[in-house]
């Protein structure tokens, strides 16, 4: 079992920028991959990034890569999540997710979630 909790969401003007934070704790968080998901209302869940066990390699949802940037520190057992440059069309809940193999775009491949925190920006 892994517990995930994100933190660092809130309300930012456009063109500002937040950072995500996702604490893991369960099992050892070093041998996972890790996953940022987002979900609008009334829409569903899409990808954001994702992040292998070591850091070395990143994957980005279409259009993200460049504003947002993905990382991880195994000895904090936490993955982050810096987005820059904001847009309206930011605003979701943003989740955080673990999977025991590689880094993936699909959220189905993921085995546990967080609650997800709330990040909305303003025109």
């Known amino acids: 079992q892994v517990q995930l909790v994100e933190s660092g969401g809130g309300l930012v003007q456009a063109g500002g920028s937040l950072r995500l934070s996702c604490a893991a704790s369960g099992r050892t968080f070093s041998s996972y991959a890790m996953g940022w998901f987002r979900q609008a209302p009334g829409k569903e869940r899409k990808f954001v990034a994702a992040?292998?066990?070591?850091?070395?390699?990143?994957y980005y949802g279409d259009s993200l890569k460049g504003r947002f940037t993905i990382s991880r520190d195994n000895a904090k057992n936490t993955v982050y999540l810096q987005m820059n440059s904001l847009k309206p069309e930011d605003t979701a809940v943003y989740y955080c997710a673990v999977r025991a193999g590689g880094a993936t775009w699909g959220p189905a491949m993921y085995d546990y979630w967080g609650q997800g925190t709330q990040v909305t920006v303003s025109s």
């Open positions: 992040i292998n066990w070591s850091g070395s390699v990143t």
